[in-house]
């Protein structure tokens, strides 16, 4: 089977690559790319670990042939911020409030985390918990996912207001 | 300053949410190849012949091993019932492989696979613990006519008991097969090279592994190194020997390049070890009060098609449990072990534990139930006493530690008005507009610090300490390396509280590492809500004796004598002369330099390895009320309230400990509501991808109210318990008792697990039908 | 797990499509890919060939006709969901929109995809019997064909698409909006959909759409998208919410599976036609 030329931006970074046809999009982050932020889960577009954006929509990049997403623009968790670069409020947030544990399912909750917050700056912890439905996390109970979206929404510029408030120890 | 109970935020977490973790698949080493199994379709039939010959034509084929390739590879779990690394004339699950492809690319090994022929002739299957048990039911083990790999009946019926007892009431329950669903399924990558044995994976202990494997393939330990990244989470499901870990090393000395394996989720939904599995024969004898005189249990525990040495364990701490925080004077407990053509269960977290808890709070509502009394009068009428610890059960196992399981109920009744909902209740039934609405209770207890000398001997570890070495760096700065190998639990964060608040180093100052068998000296790993109780325990330790060394060099270095020397910010005073003081860094760094330490002392003298030993078991409890909304005409259940009590002791960290609560909570609801591994009656699995297999997500779980006492174990210093599997051992039977006391008044008095709407709106119904409320064949 | 290999070719009209498909036998058109892909990896399914129409621009389009609002197959579930054009006429489609699967999925999933999968479990044939909407069938010369939503589900995962056909657009009559009293507001038309996880396929589901050609579509009442024809005339009709709802299912064929046995889907059912009912604001 003839393989197929394709040239993504990912991370604002263009590449061109031959791939198969058959290649996922989480496959060519992953081993082309050798981004591995974004998590394979299940089979079956239930767990939303490989969650990234592509052309400004939250996908699962498992459910996405790579060359479904050539010319596109993609941006995985690796590419919110640069080195040296605070966090994102929605990153901060999943630090403050414990919204993570073994952190398999992070970049995915993050990545759709986002997207919400990019349509809905202020959402309910109803609207948040209806968002991210597209995504498993075994882990926490969801309850301080829940609890780091909503700081995210309340802390837009993702400054931690007090310090002194964490004990001293962040980051 | 202690940091013990400080809402501190994880070291853990800035590679996490950055995609900076690294987990077993996103390690390539040059040269690796990728390892894909043939699975069986079939749940019991005779491998008439296997046809390798068109996948080991594909070009970048390496290797295609069938059982004739690894003649003389021991098999795994019990002799004469051992698992075999690749089905051996028989195959006894479906999925269970048959054959392993290795190729240069998963897409050649994933075409490979499916050019494999294998030839069944199917067999008669037991999918099913009746199957199983039934007169002339297939046989899966020639070796185990009947398919009862063991049986310890009771010594004592304790008929007498019940004959004298004003009331008996029994209870059949299903704790249904549950799989852990780690959301990162099985992982490894092996290097086996001239210079020896690497082996990455997904695992909760790294040295169990270590000296598993190398003892397996008969090379020193020495030569074999095992890491664990990062792990996607565990549940008691990586702790297992599963073939693939051994299959990957294998076949990297015999292709001489790195073999991954990678498993999909498919795949991990019948190779990964279910837990859970039991069904319950309760029988409890109680007088007009309510007050328990005779518990009689028995357990059936399914063990799948190979029996696993911790699954055949889950039964023995089932039944340890079974009085739950109850006196309760007679106590009898038999339990046989039975082979079925299902996926090998072990432990998935709580291992045996939920399974005690929840056939206990049943059995305490339903004495509630026949008296007409309140659940939370019985259960007060049953408590043991604040004062009555240690507490000696029915077995020598079970010596409860601590507790106030009274206090924990006065708690829990503050965190919302219970004499409303009583009312509210009520109310509701009488109007059939209502949503009907149920209350439940679980007052809980469970068996944790697995850490007294025997207790992990007996599933196969070296032993039941764990390891701890704590290094002080030349600049002040701590190291401290342990063998409680974590997963989530954010134990890199807790550790480095412990240590700060002894060593008087800062907390941004120490760094734990972990995972590691070439950097950790020795370990047991992360398992049975033993991390903080038994690991951090030895952190504890290490630092208070590195503290007093550093003390020596300081009172040298000061020239005054040990006994005034204090730690005091970041450094060391003499006592009642804070001027005369000497900084940490400055005794760290001449801890190195012979010049600078008393005659006679070792430089390097700040580093300490510690084995950290219990002396039992920990026992932590907590106090659970879970309300539920049915809507009568959908039969749909909707938890609207979750309250939770937990007493694990001494907390560390209040947001990690919750974190810890919440996640076994929603395991627990998704146990109650949503999960079942599910077989047809040929042995196929129903639930094999997260489409059938209901993991909840965030819309179709409720928010959590957490409350807190704190009655300090007396089996180590810091006084910590243990949090990891309170969440699944409290919150199933909270959940099942909300939903039954919903659907009492119509004569409800059980439901199995999970509860579905299709259930719930059998039994409204039938009591519809009958002019409200059910059928005899409804009722437990 | 990973999908048989295929050769991949990109479509660049729909003309150039049709001829591909002409061209290959065992080929099949991809779009979003949230029916197909899932079903490669499985292996369910294994296409010789992939056509892309994903890029046909032209039919993603939501356009106002007139009477109706057509929706190109290629349309997204998240576009459909927010298109003002339908909030205003055609309410019912874009709400049903919404409770697709997940957002991940609703990005990326199409109006086309979901209706020539034919799942008798998804929601949007629901949306396309109950609103008595049109498909649009272009055949391998180019000519266009007309089908009634009514006859175009025609068995399980089968529709009135053949090979070498493609849907091009489905056409949704305007809905008139119910008249608003002070004393009532409504909208006219309400989707119950009961599942025991928001993101799975409905266990059963019930469309309803009031108005002077009424219709109500069931969700997994059998192995085909099913329209209430029996209930939906009694709504035009006028009779009692009760009665039907005890209509509704005239004719379904439920099926058993682990989430319901054949009673209680029929029961749900009924149950469900009356709670849309009411919501919807029938009397």
């Known amino acids: 089977m003839s393989k197929i030329e394709i040239t993504l931006t990912v991370n604002g970074e263009q590449h061109t690559d031959e791939v198969e046809p058959r290649l996922l999009l989480v496959q060519y982050l992953r081993d082309v790319r050798r981004l591995t932020g974004s998590h394979i889960g299940c089979d079956t577009s239930n767990c939303g670990a490989c969650t990234v954006i592509l052309d400004g929509d939250a996908v699962k990049s498992c459910t996405v042939l790579a060359v479904q997403a050539r010319g596109g623009e993609v941006t995985t968790v690796e590419g919110l911020i640069g080195p040296g670069e605070p966090f994102t409020p929605v990153q901060q947030g999943f630090h403050q409030e414990h919204g993570l544990q073994c952190g398999y399912c992070t970049p995915g909750m993050i990545m759709a985390s986002t997207a919400l917050l990019t349509e809905n700056a202020d959402p309910t912890d109803s609207e948040i918990r209806h968002a991210l439905e597209g995504n498993l996390c075994r882990c926490t109970g969801y309850q301080t996912i829940v609890n780091s979206v909503r700081w995210a929404a309340e802390h837009p510029d993702g400054v931690v207001p007090d310090r002194a408030a964490t004990n001293g120890a962040h980051q | ?780 | 797990m990973i999908p048989a290999a295929f050769d991949y070719v990109e479509a660049e009209s729909i003309q150039h499509a049709l001829a591909l498909l002409g061209q290959h036998d065992d080929s099949k058109l991809i779009a979003g890919g949230h029916s197909l892909v899932p079903m490669m990896k499985l292996r369910l399914a294994t296409p010789s060939v992939l056509i892309d129409i994903g890029r046909l621009d032209e039919l993603s389009r939501i356009e106002d006709r007139g009477d109706h609002v057509a929706v190109g197959a290629l349309a997204r579930h998240r576009s459909v969901e927010r298109s003002a054009l339908l909030a205003q006429h055609v309410g019912l489609l874009a709400h049903i929109a919404a409770q697709i699967g997940d957002p991940q999925v609703r990005n990326r999933g199409t109006m086309g995809g979901s209706m020539v999968h034919c799942d008798p479990a998804a929601d949007l044939p629901a949306a396309a019997l109950a609103l008595r909407s049109t498909m649009v069938i272009a055949g391998a010369n180019g000519e266009r064909r007309e089908v009634p939503a009514s006859d175009f589900f025609l068995g399980f995962m089968e529709t009135a698409v053949a090979h070498g056909e493609m849907l091009i657009e489905v056409r949704y009559p305007k809905q008139t909006p119910p008249q608003q009293t002070a004393a009532k507001q409504t909208v006219g038309w309400n989707y119950q959909k009961f599942c025991r996880r928001a993101m799975d396929y409905a266990i059963v589901g019930v469309a309803v759409q009031l108005g002077s050609d009424p219709g109500i579509a069931l969700v997994n009442m059998g192995s085909v998208p099913h329209f209430a024809a029996a209930a939906s005339s009694a709504l035009a009709a006028g009779e009692s919410a009760a009665r039907v709802a005890e209509l509704v299912v005239e004719g379904t064929e439920p099926l058993a599976d682990a989430n319901a046995t054949a009673d209680y889907r029929r029961h749900l059912a009924r149950t469900l036609t009356a709670r849309a009912l009411a919501a919807a604001g029938y009397a």
């Open chain 2, 1 to 780: 300053m202690s940091l013990i109970g400080a809402r501190v935020l994880r070291k853990e977490d800035p590679n996490l949410i950055t995609g900076r973790g690294q987990f077993v698949d996103d390690i390539t080493l040059a040269g690796t190849v990728v390892m894909t199994f043939v699975r069986s379709v079939e749940a019991h039939a005779r491998i008439v012949a296997v046809d390798t010959s068109a996948a080991m034509a594909c070009r970048g084929v390496l290797a295609v091993w069938t059982a004739a390739d690894i003649q003389g590879m021991a098999t795994l779990g019990l002799p004469g019932l051992g698992r075999p690394l690749l089905a051996t004339d028989v195959v006894r699950f479906v999925g269970e492989p048959v054959a392993v492809v290795v190729a240069t690319d998963k897409f050649i090994a994933a075409d490979a696979a499916e050019l494999v022929v294998v030839d069944y002739e199917s067999l008669p299957v037991a999918a099913s613990l009746t199957a199983a048990l039934a007169d002339g039911a297939p046989v899966l083990h020639g070796a185990l006519p009947g398919n009862t790999v063991f049986e310890q009946p009771f010594v004592d019926d304790l008929a007498a008991v019940f004959a004298a007892a004003p009331h008996v009431a029994s209870l059949q329950l299903v704790n249904n097969r549950c799989a852990a669903v780690p959301i990162e399924p099985t992982a490894c990558l092996a290097d086996w090279g001239p210079s020896g044995l690497t082996l990455w994976a997904t695992f909760q202990a790294p040295h169990h592994l270590r000296n598993t494997v190398a003892a397996y393939f008969g090379i020193p330990q020495d030569t074999m190194r095992v890491i664990t990244p990062d792990v996607g989470g565990g549940f008691g499901a990586k702790i297992n020997f599963v073939p693939e870990l051994f299959l990957s090393c294998a076949l990297s000395h015999k292709v001489g390049r790195p073999v991954r394996y990678t498993q999909t989720r498919s795949e991990c939904q019948v190779l990964m070890y279910h837990g859970r599995a039991q069904e319950h024969e309760v029988h409890v004898a109680f007088d007009d009060d309510g007050a328990l005189l005779g518990l009689r249990v028995r357990v059936t525990q399914d063990q799948g098609a190979y029996p696993d040495p911790t699954g055949m364990g889950l039964p023995v701490l089932t039944t340890a449990m079974s009085a739950g925080c109850y006196k309760i004077p007679h106590v009898a407990v038999s339990w046989r072990n039975v082979v079925t053509n299902t996926t090998p269960v072990a432990a998935y977290r709580g291992a045996g534990r939920p399974e005690a808890s929840y056939l206990i709070e049943r059995t305490v509502d339903l004495v509630a139930d026949e008296l007409g009394l309140d659940p939370v009068a019985v259960r007060r009428r049953n408590f043991i006493g604040h004062d009555e610890f240690p507490y000696a059960t029915h077995t020598p196992l079970a010596v409860y530690d601590s507790g106030n399981y009274a206090a924990a109920m006065d708690e829990l009744l503050t965190l919302f008005d219970y004499d409303a909902l009583k009312a509210d209740q009520a109310a509701r039934r009488d109007d059939p507009d209502a949503k009907l609405l149920g209350i439940g209770f679980s007052t809980w207890l469970e068996i944790a610090a697995f850490g007294p000398p025997g207790s992990l001997e007996a599933f196969g570890h070296l032993a039941s300490w764990e390891s701890v070495q704590l290094r002080v760096q030349p600049d002040g700065s701590a190291i401290v390396y342990t063998g409680a190998s974590p997963h989530g639990q954010g134990t890199v964060t807790t550790f480095a509280q412990i240590a700060a608040g002894e060593l008087g180093i800062p907390f941004d100052k120490i760094s734990v590492r972990h995972g590691d068998t070439a950097t950790i000296p020795q370990g047991i790993g992360t398992m049975g809500s033993r991390a903080t109780a038994v690991g951090g325990e030895g952190v504890r330790n290490a630092s208070v004796q590195v503290v007093e060394r550093a003390k020596g060099i300081a009172a040298h270095l000061l020239e005054a004598d040990v006994e005034d020397i204090v730690l005091d910010g970041d450094g060391f005073i003499v006592n009642g002369t804070p001027s005369r003081s000497v900084a940490w860094s400055e005794v760290a760094w001449k801890s190195f330099q012979p010049l600078e330490i008393p005659t006679g002392t070792q430089p390097g003298s700040l580093d300490i390895t510690v084995f950290q030993q219990v002396p039992n078991f920990s026992f932590p409890s907590g106090a659970y009320c879970c309300t539920v909304e049915i809507d009568r005409g959908t039969g749909e259940i909707e938890i609207t309230g979750m309250y939770l009590v937990d007493d694990c002791g001494t907390v560390i960290n209040p947001l990690l400990a919750e974190g810890q609560v919440h996640g076994g909570v929603a395991q627990g609801i998704a146990q109650a509501l949503y999960e079942h591994v599910v077989y047809d009656e040929s042995g196929n699995p129903q639930t094999s991808t997260l489409m059938d297999y209901l993991v909840p997500a965030a819309c179709d779980l409720p928010s959590f109210v957490s409350g807190r006492i704190t009655t300090r174990t007396p089996n180590n210093q810091l006084g910590a318990k243990g949090i990891g599997e309170s969440g699944s051992v409290g919150s199933p039977p909270a959940v099942v008792n909300a939903v039954v006391d919903a659907l009492s008044h119509l004569g409800v008095r059980h439901l199995d697990m999970p509860i579905t709407p299709l259930a719930v709106w059998s039994v409204l119904a039938d009591a519809s039908a009958n002019g409200g409320s059910i059928t005899g064949s409804e009722v437990a």
